[in-house]
T-cell receptor, first 114, second 112 residues
Framework: NAGVMQNPRHLVRRRGQEARLRCSPM?????VYWYRQLPEEGLKFMVY????????ESGMPKERFSAEFPKEGPSILRIQQVVRGDSAAYFC????????????FGAGSRLTVL | GQNIDQPTEMTATEGAIVQINCTYQ??????LFWYQQHAGEAPTFLSY????GLEEKGRFSSFLSRSKGYSYLLLKELQMKDSASYLC?????????????FGTGTRLTVIP
């Protein structure tokens, strides 16, 4: 049973380009969460999604950032027109559909903006 | 909102015991979690407290006092591999049911 799979593990973009980060939750998990971790800082919640629905996006920047979790395929975090301040590790976590459960994290995608 | 505080760094000796404290403020407390994160890796779940008291799991124990907004993680018989960041996180009823809010983490260094 594979864990939470994130790709790419490392991504380098130039300012103004787009970054797409993908997350496949654990088998049987239908809740996905995205967190951002800046160097020397804690994990900051960005967005919480279920299949085809955004449940809570209170942590998402108002511009340039979007997330989706389609009926088929992985969840995608999309950052348009990246800036240097977007350089961070982006972690995805998933949990089962019922009850309140532990979040299982993926290994993260490290975005570097040149 | 949520406010979570924990020390930034701690150092302890191999074989010793260390206690990492966490204080929190949240409007709708619904559980406290501890995660371990080695540099460059995914956070991994250590413990969960929702009721007051001590939860023991091998060398690791976690304590919660809801009235004081306080938790600690206790690591016994420290090993070099325990050098990592330890993240305190709270779940809030007011947000998505499973959403967690994290502190900045405590970087523990175990020395010989």
């Amino acid at each position: 049973n594979a864990g939470v799979m994130q790709n790419p593990r490392h991504l380098v973009r130039r300012r103004g380009q787009e970054a797409r980060l993908r997350c496949s939750p654990m088998k049987g998990h239908s809740h996905v969460y995205w967190y951002r971790q800046l160097p020397e800082e804690g994990l900051k919640f960005m967005v919480y999604l279920q299949k085809e629905n955004i449940i809570d996006e209170s942590g998402m920047p108002k511009e340039r950032f979007s997330a989706e979790f389609p009926k088929e395929g992985p969840s995608i975090l999309r950052i348009q027109q990246v800036v240097r301040g977007d350089s961070a590790a982006y972690f995805c976590a998933s949990s089962p559909s019922s009850g309140a459960n532990v979040l299982t994290f993926g290994a993260g995608s490290r975005l570097t903006v040149l | 909102g949520q406010n979570i505080d924990q020390p930034t760094e701690m150092t302890a000796t191999e074989g010793a015991i260390v206690q990492i404290n966490c204080t929190y403020q949240t409007s709708g407390f619904n559980g406290l979690f501890w995660y371990q994160q080695h540099a460059g890796e995914a956070p991994t779940f250590l413990s969960y407290n929702v009721l007051d008291g001590l939860e023991e799991k091998g060398r690791f124990s976690s304590f919660l006092s809801r009235s004081k907004g306080y938790s600690y993680l206790l690591l016994k018989e420290l090993q070099m591999k325990d050098s990592a960041s330890y993240l305190c996180a709270v779940r809030d009823k007011g947000t998505g049911a499973n959403n967690l809010f994290f502190g900045t983490g405590t970087r523990l260094t175990v020395i010989p």
